[in-house]
């Protein structure tokens, strides 16, 4: 027999919840006690919670609740599972291989009709994302790896202004996928505080012996957040913007990082955002401008004022400019 085919038997024979030595499996199978051993290892590394238990009454046992639960997905999970590794393929996840071999799997054991039916649905199924270039992939996988492990590393980081990289230490807590870009959220040992950084701009990364605790309750996707919108949970400063316009502008609008986490309510043309004071006087004003008169602001009044005053000041920037080109 192959291999697999011995891995699935002693699979079977251990779901029947009794313990079984390694000379009894091999007994049963009829194979030799060492390929019992290795595929045992192999069922382990595939995930499969196998405990050995020590003494008279000792053998090979499956945790209970493995026992009971199913080994294979049915057509929709089936489908979920390969739609949703094409997105995070696109998104330039970080263990790209891994989940190849895992959607190979699905696709391996599974009978022609259903193989189909995946096919099709991926057929009509497309993902257009900004390419991950594979160094990244490379910095992602020991950001990754060194959250989990609780290992700090040696970043060298470019800041993007011109000037030479920095290096400083760094606790990696998690790293966040966020509108097409990749960041790592942690502790900076040279700032003394928690920052986020963009991975695409990490020149170089280095392992250390340090070791660090992340803190209970911890979440990098929230201290991202805050970052990006300092002032969005901020109850005392938040005020309604609203905005009347086209129902697929509004949809646009909906889509940007700003407005889409500010929502409150879309409807007849209108859409109502609750959105901190600071970001409606500096951030809003220039998003907003693109959009032209394909928009309308209707409140609050210092935002018409703020983009009123924007738009004068490009207004006389290019009449200026064209008086001096046509003296």
């Not at 090979?60 to 639960?69: C, G, K, P, Q, W």
């Not at 990490?202 to 929230?222: H, Q």
């Not at 309604?240 to 316009?245: D, E, K, N």
């Not at 008169?293 to 004068?312: F, N, Q, S």
Request: net charge negative; glycine share 6%.
């Amino acid at each position: 027999m192959s291999k697999s085919t011995n891995m699935l038997s002693i699979l079977w024979l251990l779901r029947a919840g009794r313990r079984k030595t390694a000379q009894q499996l091999a007994d049963e199978l009829e194979i030799h006690i060492r390929t019992v051993y290795r595929c045992i290892d192999s069922l382990c590394a595939s995930g499969v919670p196998i405990i050995a238990d020590s003494g008279p009454n000792g053998g090979y046992r499956i945790l209970d609740h493995f026992t009971e639960s199913p080994l294979l997905f049915d057509m929709e999970e089936q489908k979920a599972l390969v739609q949703a590794a094409a997105f995070a393929q696109e998104a330039g996840y970080p263990f790209k291989e891994a989940l190849t071999r895992a959607v190979d799997k699905i696709k391996r054991y599974t009978n022609e009709e259903q193989l189909d039916r995946i096919e099709r649905h991926m057929d009509g199924f497309s993902v257009i994302h900004p390419p991950v270039e594979g160094r990244q992939q490379e910095l992602l996988q020991v950001l990754e790896e060194a959250a989990a492990q609780g290992q700090s590393v040696k970043m060298e980081y470019d800041k993007g202004r011109g000037e030479a990289p920095s290096i400083r230490v760094f606790d990696p807590y998690g790293i966040v996928h966020w509108k097409g870009a990749w960041y790592t959220v942690g502790f900076c040992c040279l700032r003394g505080q928690l920052r986020s950084f963009r991975t695409d701009r990490i020149v170089r990364l280095e392992e250390t012996e340090r070791r660090f605790e992340r803190p209970n309750d911890f979440s990098a996707k929230a201290h991202l957040m805050r970052e990006l919108l300092p002032d969005a949970l901020d109850a005392e400063s938040l005020t309604l913007v609203r905005i009347q316009a086209h129902e697929h502008v509004l949809d646009l609008l909906n889509q940007h990082w700003l407005f889409g986490h500010a929502l409150v309510e879309c409807d007849n043309g209108q859409a109502v955002y609750r959105i901190g004071m600071p970001s409606v006087l500096t951030y809003v004003p220039y998003f907003l401008l693109p959009y032209g008169k394909a928009l309308t602001i209707l409140e609050p009044d210092m935002l018409v004022e703020r983009l009123a005053d924007i738009c004068g000041v490009l207004t006389e920037h290019y009449r200026s400019m064209k008086s001096g080109l046509n003296p």
